[in-house]
């Protein structure tokens, strides 16, 4: 693994990201930026799940994902394999953001409160919103216009299985630079629960 790279791809792509959301008068809006950020790292934990389990081991979807359908008819996907990248492993999405809380001196959020809220949440109307805060764009509408510009950028730093990783690190920097203007346990709530959402969809409903 190539931390450097890593590194350099993250910083490309919230770059990229930062000039796109950027207001009028040059502004960032914080909740708004870690959603965004957010939603791209969860679903990236998906992306590389399929990619290590599916295009490398050949195993079919079901046997990887728990996969379910909400009340549209919309696959929703759960399992254990997809909690690794999300707050298991190493450079998981959970630990990144736990690095950006620990560098502003902030407490974290209940993770397991997130897991719940969206389980019970997901399908539904609440789902995809970022709970108790404004946001410029919901979740979904996030991920569904900014995953395929911004992932031709992190596809050129990141090995198979490496995706999370840039956009973990993206979202640390962006969860840190967000501390700056807001509490950091709540850019890390937002955050969280951005990502663990967005792990679930099928991006061809979107």
């Not at 996969?67 to 696959?75: F, H, L, N, P």
């Not at 990141?158 to 995706?163: H, P, T, V």
């Amino acid at each position: 693994m190539d931390t450097e790279k890593l590194k350099k791809g993250a910083d490309a792509v919230l770059d990229r990201l930062i000039n796109a959301m950027r207001g009028a008068g040059g502004e960032i809006h914080p909740q708004s930026l870690v959603c965004a950020v957010g939603s791209l790292a969860g679903y990236a934990c998906q992306k590389d799940v399929r990619v290590i389990y599916m295009k490398q081991r050949g195993f079919p979807e079901d046997k990887i994902f728990t996969v379910m359908t909400d009340k549209s008819g919309r696959k929703v996907f759960f399992g254990d394999l997809l909690n690794e990248p999300l707050v298991n492993d190493k450079y998981s999405v959970w630990s990144m953001i736990g690095g950006a809380v620990k560098q502003r001196g902030g407490s974290l959020p209940d993770v397991n409160d997130i897991f719940r809220y969206i389980s019970y949440v997901v399908g539904g109307e609440q789902f995809g919103k970022a709970r108790a805060c404004e946001t410029g764009d919901d979740m979904k509408t996030y991920l569904s216009q900014l995953w395929k510009p911004l992932n031709e950028i992190a596809t050129q730093y990141a090995e198979d299985g490496e995706l999370h990783i840039v956009y973990g690190i993206a979202l640390q920097r962006a969860v840190y630079a967000a501390g700056e203007s807001m509490n950091v346990t709540e850019a890390a709530r937002i955050a969280m629960e951005s990502a663990v959402s967005m792990s679930k969809v099928d991006f061809n409903s979107l």
